[in-house]
């Protein structure tokens, strides 16, 4: 089993910054490829970030290329989400997941097989 808790999440006006960070447990943290979806109130979940086992392969959702910025701490087991330049639109609860290995997918939800419960970010205009 793994067990993923996020924190961070918060009300910021727009044009601000916050960090997310999810904390793994009860798997190998250091063997997976790590994501970070988000969903808005009516909306599907959708992908915002995703990073591999070593750190060195990312890859963003075009809406939030430039702006967030995910990483990892293999040592402390945590997986990080930077957003900055927040827009209205980026409201919604963001959620981490952990990879499947045996995908070939990074941004589609399937490809995930582990989730955390979520945290509420929420900006203000």
Do not use: H
């Not at 402390?76 to 997941?97: G, I, P």
């Amino acid at each position: 089993q793994v067990q993923l808790v996020e924190s961070g999440g918060g009300l910021v006006q727009a044009g601000g910054s916050l960090r997310l960070s999810c904390a793994a447990s009860g798997r190998t943290f250091s063997s997976y490829g790590m994501g970070w979806f988000r969903q808005a109130p009516g909306k599907e979940r959708e992908f915002v970030a995703a990073i591999s086992w070593s750190g060195g392969r990312t890859y963003y959702a075009d809406t939030v290329k430039g702006r967030f910025a995910i990483s990892r701490d293999n040592a402390k087991t945590t997986v990080y989400l930077q957003m900055n330049s927040l827009k209205a639109e980026d409201t919604a609860v963001y959620y981490c997941a952990v990879r499947d290995p045996g995908t070939t997918a990074w941004d589609q939800r399937r490809g995930y097989d582990y989730w955390g419960q979520g945290t509420q970010v929420t900006v203000s205009s």
